[in-house]
């Protein structure tokens, strides 16, 4: 069984930076199929990619975010990490790490993911 779980602050203040972990058991973020992304998903709006990593360690940020994002790993705890830096109120979401498949043409659907942490970004 493919367990990921989020780990993260809760609450942080503008223009600060949101470190989150998401720590994965029963299958390894270095195992060649997968992919491990992150997301999330503001109040009233839609689910939006913020990035991914492969499992050679190459990471692909949205380009909406690309200045503020990094993404990494710890292979030795299983785990991947998103930061995003000067956040602000609109950074207020629901975050959610998921794991990829490789596909065709670069396809990569998502077949499980963590059950998601509230960020609230707020003085």
């Known amino acids: 069984q493919v367990n990921l779980q989020e780990s993260g602050p809760g609450l942080v203040k503008p223009s600060q930076t949101l470190s989150l972990t998401c720590s994965v058991s029963g299958a390894s973020i270095t195992t060649r199929r997968y992919v491990w992304s992150w997301n999330r998903r503001p109040p009233g709006k839609g689910l939006e990619c913020m990035g991914v990593i492969g499992s050679d360690g190459v990471t692909y940020n949205s380009p909406s975010l690309k200045s503020r994002t990094s993404i990494s790993r710890d292979t030795s705890k299983n785990q991947f990490s998103l930061q995003l830096t000067s956040v602000t109120p609109e950074d207020t979401a629901v975050y959610y790490c998921?794991?990829?498949?490789?596909?065709?043409?670069?396809?990569?659907?998502?077949?499980?993911w963590g059950q998601g942490i509230q960020i609230s970004v707020s003085s």
């Open positions: 998921a794991r990829g498949v490789r596909g065709p043409a670069g396809s990569a659907p998502y077949d499980y």
